[in-house]
């Protein structure tokens, strides 16, 4: 089966730092880009992230320009999204998304691509 599982979430003070992690499973993720988006209570998602092998990584959401990284890592099949200097606006869940075997090895140039896989997400909270 085609699934994708975060974990790496929790509470964290401001200033400080995570690492998420995305397992992905059922597919090669060397093969098909895997994004990154949060969405926080009351308001809309918002796209974070995207990797792949044959884009990189990118950041979609200017808020997260300099402290947030997408990254990849083949050989165990999961995608990464490093978070530093985090606020308390950056409280939310956090998803990753991908369209698993069938998808592209492209990151979408549309931040609101619809993906058809997404894991159950992983809760951050940053604590004033």
């Known amino acids: 089966q085609v699934q994708l599982v975060e974990s790496g979430g929790g509470l964290v003070q401001p200033g400080g730092s995570l690492t998420l992690s995305c397992k992905a499973s059922?597919?090669?993720?060397?093969?098909?880009?895997i994004s990154w988006f949060r969405q926080a209570p009351g308001k809309q998602r918002e796209a974070i992230s995207c990797?792949?092998?044959?884009?990189?990584?990118?950041i979609y959401a200017e808020s997260a320009q300099g402290r947030f990284t997408a990254s990849m890592n083949f050989d165990t099949n999961t995608a990464y999204l490093q978070l530093t200097g985090l606020e308390s606006e950056d409280t939310a869940v956090y998803f990753c998304?991908?369209?698993?075997?069938?998808?592209?090895?492209?990151?979408?140039?549309?931040?609101?691509?619809?993906?058809?896989?997404w894991g159950q997400g992983t809760r951050v909270t940053v604590s004033s």
């Open positions: 998304a991908t369209d698993g075997p069938l998808g592209s090895n492209f990151c979408p140039t549309d931040s609101k691509y619809d993906y058809t896989i």
């Open positions: 059922g597919f090669d993720a060397e093969y098909h880009s």
């Open positions: 990797a792949s092998s044959s884009s990189g990584s990118r």
